[in-house]
């Protein structure tokens, strides 16, 4: 199995930036792709941003140019810079990572984000 958590979620103010972090832990090497995904309320989840094990990125239109997915120097950590806030950026974000020894894959527990003055 594959464990996620994630960090870094808070308040900010239209125009700021937050730094979230998710770590991978368990059954790492299963894991090809790991991204971010953000639910807001009332609504499903939808892919924010993603990093393949080969750093290939994708994003969500409404992100790009904002936010940026990386890899940490810690080993099975990946960050997402979100930049340029915005009160429709307001989410609980997920972790998830895909795995060959999971179907849907693992979810970390989220972190909520709130954008507002």
């Known amino acids: 199995q594959v464990q996620l958590v994630e960090s870094g979620g808070g308040l900010v103010q239209p125009g700021g930036s937050l730094r979230l972090s998710c770590t991978a832990s368990?059954?790492?090497?299963?894991?090809?792709?790991m991204g971010w995904y953000r639910q807001f309320p009332g609504m499903q989840r939808e892919l924010v941003a993603e990093?393949?094990?080969?750093?290939?990125?994708n994003y969500a239109p409404s992100v790009k140019g904002r936010f940026a997915i990386s890899r940490g120097d810690t080993k099975n950590t990946v960050h997402l810079q979100m930049n340029s806030l915005e009160p429709e950026d307001t989410a609980v974000y997920y972790c998830?990572?895909?795995?060959?020894?999971?179907?849907?894959?693992?979810w970390g527990q989220g972190t909520q984000v709130t954008v507002s003055s």
């Open positions: 998830h990572a895909v795995s060959w020894s999971a179907e849907n894959g693992y």
């Open positions: 368990g059954n790492v090497l299963s894991i090809y792709v």
């Open positions: 990093i393949t094990s080969i750093d290939s990125t």
